[in-house]
Every structure is written in C-alpha cells, then in structure tokens.
C-alpha cells in the first residue's frame, strides 16, 4: 500500500495548479489535497481606444497647436484661392462686356446699313413700277392672246390710241392665282400717265367692270391700306383727298400714319 501512494506520489507532482489562481499541495501521507496561498493575478491592461478619456494625445498643447496652425493655412490658402477666383472673374467679365459692346456696335452699323440698302431697293422698286398699271376684272380664258385684248381695252378708253398702242406698251401679262389680274409695262411714261388718268372717270371700264391701279410693291400697298381710312373719311368730308404713290395727302398736306393716331 505504501509503495502504492509513492508510486502515485511519484507519478503526480508534489504541487498541482488549477486554473490561474489557486495552487494546491499533494499530501502524500494522507492523500489529500492542501491549498496553498492564493496567487494574486495581474489584470490586463485595458487598451486605450481613441475616445477614451485618458487619450489626451488630441487634447494637448502641441495638437492644438498642430490644428490651430493648420486652420490658419487652410483659412489663407481659401482666402488666396477666393480672391484669384474673384479677379479671373472679373477680368473675364470685361473682356465679355468689351466684346459685348462692340459686337452691339457692328450690330447698330450694319442695321443702319441694312435700312438704306433697304430703302434703294424698295427707290428702285418704285421706279420702274411707275411704268406699270395693273388691269383688274379681265377673266382669263384658255387659249387667249392677253396681250391683244389689253391693248384694245387701252384704245377703247383713249380712241386716240386706237392702232398706236402696240408701240408703247411693251409687255403684258396674267398675275394672281385667279389669273383675272393683268399687268402692263409701258416704254413711254407720259403716255402710261395719260392712260391712267383717263382710266379714273372711263366709262367704258365700268361698263365692263374693269378698273387700272397703279403697280404698288407689297411695302407700298401695306401703307396705303393702313392710310385709306383717313382719305376715305376725308373725301367724305368733302375734302380733297389722293394718293401719289405709297403717300396720301389731304387738302395739299402730306398724311403721315402717326396722324391716325391723333385723329382717333
């Protein structure tokens, strides 16, 4: 039995530790187990987060330093920034306005421009429709010689004409998309004048329904329309009232359309 605990004593240590904290001796001679004095563990040390308090790495004179300094460059280099920004602006603003402005100036010289040309063509215009007279209430017909019936038409309000006409009336033909328009062109103006003198009290044209006007371009025609109310209320009146070309007159005095105006 002996030889049996000091073989089990042999084959165990003499001191056994369990766990971290308690130590225990092996009594050989009762079998039991004595403990000992506990063993004080050391407690691990607790790692150091970047919020916990004791971290005052954030928290001290040369941080603050560190970030003051930092701030006050940031704020410079902001200002610096801001103020370039400002004066690239500013100079790109002005060259826009300078090219704004003489763009505005080429713009006026050339409307100018534009307006006289404008009035040399619709001079030139006026000119040679002077030599025309247009013929309203002429049904086209198939297979017709316009030129023929016009110049009848022409020898019938002047009989003077009669045989003549051909030698100055150079061209004639249809106008409109109702084709009951004719137009004329004469190569001698006093007598295209007569004619559209005579054509104003004939009593042949209205007889058949036929009336001359002069050959207005578009820009004239607009005007006249715009004036006609005027000249009509005047002849109403009993005024003297007419138009000569684009223009009215009343009792000797040019209308112009800014007098609609004062009249209504």
């Not at 713009?107 to 404008?118: D, F, P, Q, S, V």
């Not at 003077?160 to 998309?177: M, N, P, Q």
């Not at 004036?227 to 002849?235: G, H, T």
């Amino acid at each position: 039995m002996t030889q049996d605990k000091k073989r089990k004593s042999k084959s165990m240590d003499s001191s056994l530790s369990l766990g971290a904290c308690v130590t225990v001796d092996f009594d050989s001679d009762s079998g039991a187990l004595v403990p000992l004095p506990e063993t004080p563990l050391k407690e691990p040390k607790n790692k150091k987060g970047r919020n916990d308090d004791g971290d005052g790495d954030l928290q001290s004179p040369l941080a603050t330093v560190i970030i003051t300094s930092l701030k006050s460059v940031i704020n410079e280099r902001a200002d610096i920034l801001d103020k370039g920004i400002v004066e690239f602006l500013t100079e790109e603003f002005k060259d826009v306005k300078g090219k704004v402005e003489r763009v505005d100036k080429r713009m006026t010289t050339a409307e100018k421009r534009i307006g006289e040309l404008e009035n040399k063509v619709q001079d030139l215009s006026r000119y040679q429709r002077r030599w025309n007279l247009r013929l309203y209430g002429l049904p086209e017909q198939q297979g017709e010689n316009v030129r023929q019936k016009v110049l009848d038409i022409c020898e019938a309000v002047i009989p003077t004409f009669a045989g003549k006409s051909h030698e100055f009336i150079d061209v004639v033909h249809r106008l409109g998309k109702v084709r009951s328009e004719s137009a004329l062109s004469s190569g001698q103006k006093p007598r295209r004048d007569a004619l559209w003198k005579a054509a104003k009290n004939s009593p042949y044209l209205a007889k058949h329904h036929l009336r001359f006007v002069e050959d207005l371009s578009p820009e004239d025609r607009e005007q006249r329309n715009k004036l006609w109310p005027l000249v009509e209320k005047a002849r109403q009146q009993g005024r003297r009232a007419h138009f000569v070309g684009p223009k009215a007159y009343i009792d000797g005095k040019e209308l112009v359309l800014q007098d609609m105006e004062v009249t209504e």
